[in-house]
């Protein structure tokens, strides 16, 4: 079975750089989610989607952090531009939506800004 | 809104001693609870869930009470092994507006076990 995948592993960027970084749901999944994972804060949810609308757009990310899913089974998520505190892992999950149901994450991005 | 608080880590164990991570909730409703554990280099995957009050969850040793009295749901484990290092999150599923639902994660705990 075709987890989700995410692209690419591992991006190094330079301050101010725009960066995109892509995932790809489990088929069949309605609900999407972008987080961010750091030792300090744990998993902060940067987007949801359900049905490739925007639910919720993350409050304190939403200036230079904008998540797009153009269709049922690819999303992107764009940081422009990039800074140092953006260092982190971010990642991409996908689930059916109904309220028990577990989330499916992939691998993550692990992002380098200098 | 919502939250979950469970022990702050690192947590380093020697194999063959028990576990126990703490993690209340808050909540105004009737939430799924869940544990997720993360591997290194990987993502969290679910550990087990728990949807109804008062029931036990369990797998590979690991297992959990969902305490609505208490509002707990701690995680344990009679004897660890080395390949049980990685971070647990706890986590409970909220209910978004009228449809659709986000999981609210702990912070991890770091787990370490030592041979």
């Known amino acids: 079975d075709a987890g989700v995948t995410q692209t690419p592993r591992h991006e190094v960027a330079e301050k101010g750089q725009t960066i995109i970084l892509k995932c790809e749901p489990v088929?069949?999944?309605?609900?999407l989610f972008w987080y961010r994972q750091t030792k300090i804060q744990g998993l902060e949810l940067l987007s949801y989607f359900r049905s490739k609308s925007l639910m919720e757009d993350g409050g304190a990310f939403k200036d230079r952090f904008k998540a797009e899913m153009l269709n049922s089974s690819f999303s992107t998520l764009k940081i422009q531009p990039t800074e140092p505190k953006d260092s982190a892992v971010y990642l991409c999950?996908?689930?059916?939506?109904?309220?028990?149901?577990?989330?499916?994450f992939g691998h993550g991005t692990k992002l380098s800004v200098l | 809104g919502d939250s979950v608080t469970q022990t702050e880590g690192p947590v380093t164990l020697s194999e063959g001693t028990s576990l126990t991570v703490n993690c209340s909730y808050e909540?105004?409703?009737?939430?799924?609870l869940f544990w997720y554990v993360q591997y290194p280099g990987e993502g969290p995957q679910l550990l087990f869930k728990?949807?109804?009050?008062?029931e036990k969850g369990s797998n590979r040793g690991f297992e959990a009470t969902y305490n609505k009295e208490a509002t707990s749901f701690h995680l344990q484990k009679a004897s660890v092994q080395e390949s049980d290092s990685a971070v647990y999150y706890c986590a409970l599923s909220e209910t978004y507006g009228s449809s659709g639902n986000k999981l609210i994660f702990g912070i991890g705990t770091l787990l370490s076990v030592k041979p």
């Open positions: 999950a996908s689930s059916f939506g109904h309220p028990t149901e577990r989330l499916f």
């Open positions: 088929s069949g999944h309605n609900d």
């Open positions: 909540t105004k409703q009737y939430p799924t």
């Open positions: 728990v949807p109804k009050a008062n």
